[in-house]
């Protein structure tokens, strides 16, 4: 295919913005021998699956052979420019014995279903964040990718930024002493949303919806339901930016220390529930301690996550750069033997790790982590109490009946974990 016709056909599917495709992905290059490159199927290609189809598309040893999506111009046009199949069931790619690995950009509430029935079909996942729409969910997926042996790669990009990188690693190698305190900021979730019923769109059709919904309950179709914000913030898909942006910085938090693991975690706090439409929790507020180390988890305008060691010094990591109380603390930084995993392309990583049967740098152990928090958050919101989660048991510590309840959510048949 060529080049100027792949990009009028990513225009046609919504992805305008420039970036580079290397000449093999277009069929007109030399390519590694077929044994060694890693078929993928991408699942979910609108918004920011489109932005991931082109980062695979970027990386060396590997194609995209084939796209799953509700909407129908988008796989027919991104199938084409792939030179692969399109389809509306994410199973037919599943089927394929030929393909490797899948991505999952799809809706929050799809991502943990989807990625299980990969793994049960020994795919290999790149899953965006957040990760479950519960605690089962997220505990489930650990558990069923552990006893299929595929790898999993997390869209916390941020560990692919090399100052993030020296951030967390400095924390690791002891600049600043033991950590003490962590302070945690996210952009803030929201409300409103307009919940009027109306027609489906003809691109999506009634099949196309059925399939978006998938497990999610049954609803009329209103179109903020299936654009942004709706797909992040609509409680039965989401439990909003607790999950959906806070995973960044929290991912950071548990990259840079183990404080989540060190004992008993309580969380609680404050929040605000949206409506009419818009309903997860925005403008938030937590108080957390990871063992004895005291966390602060806010909904603010940025994305922070700050460091604070036993004699004030700090680092403080952030997706835009990277500080710190004092600069000789991240200066001269010994990387000769470093601590965490080094990946300077997210896509590329998850694609080597395929390839070489080696862990990725955002792996499934520490997405569970990390996602926990966030669950935890809006179990103590919602319920307006103290939650106390065991991290060795991984399991809440003397619920409430309305806690408990709060652990897993029924999915709307035929769809099970």
């Known amino acids: 295919m060529k ?20 000449s093999s992905c277009l069929g007109d290059g030399e390519k590694a021998a077929a044994s060694e490159r890693v078929n993928i199927g991408c699942i979910g290609v609108g918004g920011r699956g489109a932005q991931v189809f082109r980062m695979m598309l970027s990386c060396s040893n590997a194609q995209v052979v084939a796209v799953a999506d509700c909407y129908k111009s988008r796989r027919e046009s991104i199938s084409r420019a792939c030179g692969g199949k399109g389809f509306l069931d994410f199973r037919e ?20 279903p989807i990625a299980l029935y990969a793994a049960r079909a020994k795919k290999s996942c790149y899953v965006e964040k957040p990760l479950g729409l519960t605690l089962e969910q997220v505990l489930m997926c650990e558990k069923v990718f552990a006893e299929n042996k595929v790898h999993f790669q997390y869209g ?6 090399s100052h993030c990188h020296l951030g967390c690693e400095m924390v690791r190698q002891g600049r600043i002493g033991k950590v003490r305190e962590i302070e945690v900021y996210s952009p803030n979730g929201g409300t409103g949303g307009n919940p009027t019923p109306c027609p489906i769109p003809e691109n999506l059709g009634e099949d196309g919806y059925e399939r978006w919904l998938g497990p999610a309950p ?26 959906g942006w806070g995973a960044h910085p929290l991912d950071i938090m ?11 975690v309580t969380v609680e706090g404050t929040g605000k529930i949206g409506e009419p439409l818009y309903n997860t929790v925005y403008d938030w507020d937590m108080n957390i301690m990871l063992g004895d180390v005291k966390v602060k988890f806010v ?61 990725p740098v955002s792996c499934l152990k520490d997405a569970v982590r990390s996602d926990t928090i ?16 065991d991290p060795a048991k991984r399991e809440l510590v003397n619920p409430t009946p309305e806690q408990a309840a709060m652990v897993s959510r029924p999915m709307r048949a035929p769809w099970t974990l």
């Not at 654009?227 to 992040?232: I, N």
């Open 374 to 389: 966030s669950h935890l958050c809006d179990i103590a919101v919602r319920t307006k109490s103290k939650v106390v989660w």
């Open 3 to 22: 080049r100027r016709d792949f990009i009028q056909f990513l225009t046609a599917a919504g992805v305008s913005s420039p970036f580079l495709i290397p």
């Open 218 to 243: 049954k609803v009329p179709y209103c179109a903020d339901r299936c654009r942004p914000s709706g797909t992040y913030w609509i409680y039965d898909q989401s439990i909003g930016y607790l999950g």
């Open 254 to 264: 548990v990259w840079g220390c183990d404080a989540d693991l060190s004992g008993l």
């Open 299 to 359: 909904a603010t305008n940025r994305d922070s996550t700050k460091f604070i060691g036993e004699n004030g010094d700090w680092i403080d990591v952030y997706r835009a750069g990277l500080k710190a109380s004092s600069p000789e603390l991240i200066a001269d930084p010994d990387l000769s033997d470093p601590v965490l995993t080094v990946s300077m392309h997210h896509a590329q990583n998850f694609v080597d790790a395929v390839r070489f049967d080696r862990t």
């Open 156 to 161: 916390t990009q941020q560990r692919s930024l």
């Open 93 to 112: 790619i599943l089927e394929d014995p030929s393909i490797d690995a899948v991505t999952v950009c799809t809706p929050d509430h799809w991502h943990v």
